[in-house]
């Protein structure tokens, strides 16, 4: 992969991660369906290897460590189908649904207050 599109790819996914992936994994319970991912897995895995190589041939492990632990997120992402169908299975719970309107009402103020 070109280090320009592998840059672009990884500031991407870091701003994906920032912003998004917190709500996805409370709302999905960590089985968040692939389609929310802003590219397929595996050019994730491949443009964040990419730019760690260059930072590991700069010397910077830093960013090389910061970099790869984003990877263990993309294992929350799962088959579309599955992810749905667990998802309809926890919000037919009257338990999961007293727990998580309120978690994600924090969410929201959170954000709010930012």
């Known amino acids: 992969m070109e ?4 840059e672009n790819i990884v500031r991407i996914w ?11 994994n409370l709302l999905f319970m960590a089985k968040i ?4 991912l802003p590219f397929p897995k595996e050019t994730i895995e491949v443009a964040v290897n990419t730019i760690a190589e260059m930072h590991h041939n700069a010397g910077n492990t830093e960013a090389v460590n910061s970099l790869q632990s984003t990877l263990p997120y993309l294992i929350g ?16 719970d009257d338990k999961y649904r007293d727990k998580i309107l309120p978690a994600l009402k924090r ?3 959170n954000w ?3």
């Open 3 to 6: 280090l320009e599109k592998a």
């Open 14 to 24: 870091g701003i994906f991660l920032e912003h998004s992936f917190g709500k996805l």
């Open 33 to 36: 369906p692939d389609f929310f």
């Open 77 to 92: 992402f799962i088959d579309n189908e599955q992810a749905i169908i667990n998802a309809a299975k926890l919000f037919k």
């Open 107 to 109: 969410n929201q103020d």
């Open 112 to 114: 709010i207050n930012i």
